[in-house]
């Protein structure tokens, strides 16, 4: 057999896995913001599981569930991390470590401070894995939303002195790009 292959649509398949992660952001009456994340990890057979015996189709090996809660800045304001479901008894005993986030920033970095200190043995890999997402998320609640609220009182939101926290963070917020000439030209290189 070839390693190499090319997809087609003609090869018959059977789904053995299935992860759906789902993120929510809100705007809370105190000003602050949260970020809710869920992982459900399901398999398409039963299997037998040391802990938890018989585990049923499509029911979740793993499910996990996440809120932080955010100031504008991207501050970790609280923490919470919850198991549900998980292929050991143990592993709900690693969310007593997740609330050593708190005070973190979510900028350049984040997956580096986050592993450092709940990652590995200090934590669960799914949950430490889902809050590059809820980071994501995070950005994608609370910066459109203070746009809004600065377009709503004639100001501009890219004004600010301060050194960016995208700026550097993906394609398009490369120090030399078009959007970032146009969003935060203090802060363009040619």
């Known amino acids: 057999m070839e390693r190499t292959r090319k997809m087609t649509k003609d090869v018959k398949r059977k789904l053995l896995h299935n992860r ?3 993120l929510k952001g809100y705007i809370r009456d105190d000003e602050l913001f949260e970020v809710e994340a869920e992982l459900i990890d399901t398999k398409n057979y039963d299997f037998y599981n040391h802990d938890r015996g018989v585990i049923k189709t499509n029911e979740p090996i793993h499910q996990m569930k996440i809120r932080l809660v955010l ?3 991207l501050y970790v304001i ?3 991390a919850k198991t549900k479901n998980s292929p050991y008894y143990i592993c709900k005993n690693a969310n007593s470590n997740f609330r050593k986030i708190i005070g973190l920033q979510i900028k350049s970095g984040w997956k580096r401070q986050i592993t450092k200190l709940i990652g590995g043995i200090n934590g669960c890999t799914h949950i430490t894995e889902l809050l590059s997402s809820v980071a994501t998320a995070a950005f ?9 609220q600065k377009k709503e009182n004639k ?7 301060e050194k960016p ?13 078009k959007v ?4 935060w030209p203090k802060w363009h290189e040619n």
Do not use: M, W
């Open 140 to 148: 994608q609640t609370i910066y459109p939303y203070k746009s809004k």
């Open 71 to 73: 100031d504008d800045n």
């Open 20 to 22: 759906n992660i789902n």
């Open 155 to 161: 100001t501009t939101l890219y004004q600010n002195q």
């Open 180 to 183: 970032v000439k146009r969003l």
């Open 78 to 80: 609280d923490a919470e």
């Open 165 to 177: 926290l995208l700026l550097g963070t993906c394609h398009a917020f490369n120090p030399k790009s």
